[in-house]
Protein backbone atom coordinates (compact mmCIF):
# COMPACT_ATOMS: atom_id res chain seq x y z
CA UNK A 1 0.00 0.00 0.00
CA UNK A 2 1.57 3.43 -0.50
CA UNK A 3 0.30 6.88 -0.84
CA UNK A 4 -0.45 8.66 -3.79
CA UNK A 5 -2.51 11.88 -2.91
CA UNK A 6 -2.78 13.99 0.34
CA UNK A 7 -6.60 15.86 0.68
CA UNK A 8 -8.60 14.27 -2.25
CA UNK A 9 -9.85 10.59 -2.89
CA UNK A 10 -7.81 8.68 -3.27
CA UNK A 11 -5.31 9.08 -0.91
CA UNK A 12 -3.88 5.72 -1.04
CA UNK A 13 -3.35 3.06 -3.56
CA UNK A 14 -3.36 -1.13 -2.81
CA UNK A 15 -1.01 -2.84 -5.46
CA UNK A 16 -0.41 -6.59 -6.28
CA UNK A 17 1.67 -8.11 -8.47
CA UNK A 18 2.82 -4.12 -9.48
CA UNK A 19 -0.75 -3.64 -10.71
CA UNK A 20 -3.23 -1.19 -8.98
CA UNK A 21 -5.91 -3.71 -6.88
CA UNK A 22 -7.90 -1.12 -5.39
CA UNK A 23 -7.47 3.20 -4.50
CA UNK A 24 -8.49 4.33 -1.13
CA UNK A 25 -9.78 7.06 0.86
CA UNK A 26 -9.07 8.31 4.36
CA UNK A 27 -7.71 6.23 7.10
CA UNK A 28 -8.70 7.61 10.08
CA UNK A 29 -10.06 5.61 13.62
CA UNK A 30 -12.87 8.52 13.69
CA UNK A 31 -13.54 8.26 9.81
CA UNK A 32 -13.93 4.47 10.37
CA UNK A 33 -15.68 3.33 13.57
CA UNK A 34 -17.52 6.78 14.12
CA UNK A 35 -18.25 8.46 10.82
CA UNK A 36 -19.01 7.53 7.32
CA UNK A 37 -16.44 4.56 6.55
CA UNK A 38 -13.43 4.63 4.47
CA UNK A 39 -13.90 4.66 1.18
CA UNK A 40 -12.47 2.30 -1.62
CA UNK A 41 -12.68 1.63 -5.01
CA UNK A 42 -11.73 -1.29 -6.41
CA UNK A 43 -10.08 -1.84 -9.85
CA UNK A 44 -13.38 -3.01 -11.78
CA UNK A 45 -15.18 0.11 -10.32
CA UNK A 46 -16.76 -1.36 -7.55
CA UNK A 47 -16.86 0.28 -4.44
CA UNK A 48 -17.20 -0.49 -0.56
CA UNK A 49 -16.61 0.96 2.64
CA UNK A 50 -14.45 0.15 5.87
CA UNK A 51 -17.19 0.70 8.49
CA UNK A 52 -17.69 -0.37 11.89
CA UNK A 53 -20.38 -3.13 13.30
CA UNK A 54 -20.77 -3.82 16.96
CA UNK A 55 -20.81 -7.22 18.33
CA UNK A 56 -21.35 -7.09 22.07
CA UNK A 57 -19.08 -4.86 24.05
CA UNK A 58 -16.95 -4.08 20.58
CA UNK A 59 -16.37 -2.17 17.78
CA UNK A 60 -15.11 -3.76 14.99
CA UNK A 61 -14.20 -2.90 11.17
CA UNK A 62 -16.28 -4.71 8.46
CA UNK A 63 -16.43 -4.10 4.81
CA UNK A 64 -19.68 -3.09 2.84
CA UNK A 65 -21.00 -3.02 -0.17
CA UNK A 66 -24.48 -1.64 -1.84
CA UNK A 67 -24.83 -5.49 -1.91
CA UNK A 68 -24.30 -5.80 1.65
CA UNK A 69 -21.01 -7.08 4.16
CA UNK A 70 -18.22 -8.26 2.08
CA UNK A 71 -16.36 -9.17 5.45
CA UNK A 72 -15.53 -8.44 9.08
CA UNK A 73 -13.40 -8.63 11.77
CA UNK A 74 -12.44 -9.24 15.12
CA UNK A 75 -10.51 -10.04 18.02
CA UNK A 76 -10.24 -13.39 19.09
CA UNK A 77 -9.39 -15.72 22.26
CA UNK A 78 -5.58 -14.59 22.48
CA UNK A 79 -4.21 -11.45 23.07
CA UNK A 80 -3.68 -9.56 20.45
CA UNK A 81 -4.87 -11.74 17.57
CA UNK A 82 -7.71 -10.73 15.20
CA UNK A 83 -9.95 -12.64 13.18
CA UNK A 84 -11.03 -11.78 9.61
CA UNK A 85 -13.89 -13.78 7.77
CA UNK A 86 -15.49 -13.27 4.63
CA UNK A 87 -17.96 -15.35 2.24
CA UNK A 88 -14.88 -18.22 1.06
CA UNK A 89 -12.48 -17.48 3.17
CA UNK A 90 -10.96 -16.87 7.14
CA UNK A 91 -7.74 -16.10 7.94
CA UNK A 92 -6.16 -15.50 11.54
CA UNK A 93 -3.63 -12.42 12.07
CA UNK A 94 -1.61 -13.37 14.43
CA UNK A 95 2.27 -11.28 15.96
CA UNK A 96 5.55 -12.39 15.29
CA UNK A 97 7.18 -11.78 18.83
CA UNK A 98 6.97 -8.75 20.53
CA UNK A 99 4.68 -6.09 18.96
CA UNK A 100 4.87 -2.54 20.51
CA UNK A 101 7.36 0.08 20.06
CA UNK A 102 10.34 -1.67 20.15
CA UNK A 103 9.28 -4.68 18.45
CA UNK A 104 9.85 -5.78 14.90
CA UNK A 105 6.16 -5.01 13.58
CA UNK A 106 5.54 -8.29 11.78
CA UNK A 107 2.06 -10.18 11.80
CA UNK A 108 1.44 -13.31 10.17
CA UNK A 109 -1.73 -14.04 8.20
CA UNK A 110 -2.62 -17.67 9.15
CA UNK A 111 -5.44 -19.69 7.45
CA UNK A 112 -6.42 -23.44 8.81
CA UNK A 113 -3.21 -22.78 11.10
CA UNK A 114 -1.14 -22.62 8.41
CA UNK A 115 1.04 -18.90 7.74
CA UNK A 116 -0.14 -17.81 4.42
CA UNK A 117 1.51 -14.37 4.63
CA UNK A 118 3.90 -11.54 7.07
CA UNK A 119 2.54 -8.52 7.01
CA UNK A 120 4.20 -5.93 7.42
CA UNK A 121 2.62 -3.03 9.62
CA UNK A 122 5.10 -0.88 9.00
CA UNK A 123 6.31 -0.78 5.80
CA UNK A 124 2.21 -1.50 4.84
CA UNK A 125 3.11 -4.55 3.20
CA UNK A 126 1.96 -7.71 2.66
CA UNK A 127 4.55 -11.01 1.10
CA UNK A 128 1.59 -14.00 0.25
CA UNK A 129 2.33 -17.70 -0.55
CA UNK A 130 -0.84 -17.69 -1.80
CA UNK A 131 -3.51 -14.91 -3.33
CA UNK A 132 -4.79 -13.34 -0.68
CA UNK A 133 -8.49 -11.33 -0.88
CA UNK A 134 -8.70 -7.67 -1.08
CA UNK A 135 -10.92 -7.70 1.41
CA UNK A 136 -8.64 -9.87 3.73
CA UNK A 137 -5.55 -7.54 3.30
CA UNK A 138 -7.51 -3.84 4.11
CA UNK A 139 -9.14 -5.45 7.27
CA UNK A 140 -5.55 -7.05 8.64
CA UNK A 141 -4.13 -3.35 7.81
CA UNK A 142 -7.14 -1.82 9.41
CA UNK A 143 -7.03 -3.66 12.82
CA UNK A 144 -3.31 -3.59 12.43
CA UNK A 145 -3.28 0.19 12.44
CA UNK A 146 -6.39 0.65 14.63
CA UNK A 147 -7.17 -2.50 16.61
CA UNK A 148 -10.68 -2.59 17.77
CA UNK A 149 -12.15 -0.08 20.30
CA UNK A 150 -13.40 -0.94 23.27
CA UNK A 151 -11.27 -3.41 24.39
CA UNK A 152 -7.74 -1.80 24.98
CA UNK A 153 -6.07 -5.05 26.27
CA UNK A 154 -5.96 -5.70 22.43
CA UNK A 155 -5.18 -3.00 20.82
CA UNK A 156 -1.84 -3.15 18.79
CA UNK A 157 1.20 -1.43 20.11
CA UNK A 158 0.27 -1.82 24.03
CA UNK A 159 1.81 -3.46 26.43
Known amino acids: ?32 FFGPGRRIRLADGEEWRVKAATTGRLIVPVIRSEAGTIAFSGPLHSKRSYGITGKDFAYEVVPHGR ?6 GLWGLR ?10 ARR ?12 AALLAFTVLTHGTPGDVDLMPGRD
Do not use: K, N
Open 1 to 32: MRRIGWLAFPQYELTTECRPAAQLGRDSSMWI
Open 124 to 135: RAIEATEPIPIA
Open 99 to 104: VGLGGA
Open 111 to 120: RHQVEVAVID
